[in-house]
């Protein structure tokens, strides 16, 4: 961004890398990247929405919906916390009004009903797969 000559000014955040991985491509049968997935270091969700709602919006669709998963509020080892949530909040926002529809996923934390309009928190993580699959079916079948 910085060689593109974008204004940064609106982040607090310089010092440490965000590593953000492509586990599943759009139109890919293969699965075997999802047994990859961990946990990463970093945790700008602001960041990590708008990336992720930009590779779906590049999708051919009638209809986009973002399903995030969250273990709780953003945070970075070099960022300030409000400013963080304040960024979270205002990508939710611009992410929306790109026509994508959101989903808050908690998982043992509450935090996605801050951010998220639409959301649900697991407290164990058995009940992730029904849970997660019937908030989707319901905003399938409600349109």
């Known amino acids: 961004m910085l060689a593109r ?3 940064l000014s609106r982040y607090d955040r310089f010092v440490e890398r965000l590593d953000l991985m492509v586990y599943k491509r759009f139109g890919s049968s293969r699965l075997d990247g999802l047994s990859s997935i961990e946990c990463g270091h970093e945790n700008p969700d602001g960041e990590a929405l ?3 709602a930009q590779r779906l919006l590049a999708q051919r669709a009638c ?3 973002l399903m995030v998963l ?3 509020f953003p945070a970075t080892g070099d960022g300030h916390p409000v400013v963080l949530c304040h960024d979270l909040h205002e990508r ?3 992410v929306m009004h790109e026509g994508i529809e959101l989903i808050g996923v908690g998982i043992l934390d509450d935090a996605v009903e801050q951010f998220y309009p639409r959301s649900i928190v697991v407290n ?3 009940e992730l797969p029904e849970r997660a699959f019937n908030v989707l079916a319901s905003m399938l079948l409600n349109r």
Do not use: F, K, Q, Y
Request: glycine share 12%; no cysteine.
């Open 5 to 7: 000559g974008a204004d």
């Open 50 to 52: 708008a990336w992720a």
């Open 63 to 65: 209809r986009r919906i």
């Open 70 to 72: 969250s273990d709780g």
């Open 92 to 94: 939710v926002r611009d």
């Open 124 to 126: 164990t993580l058995h």
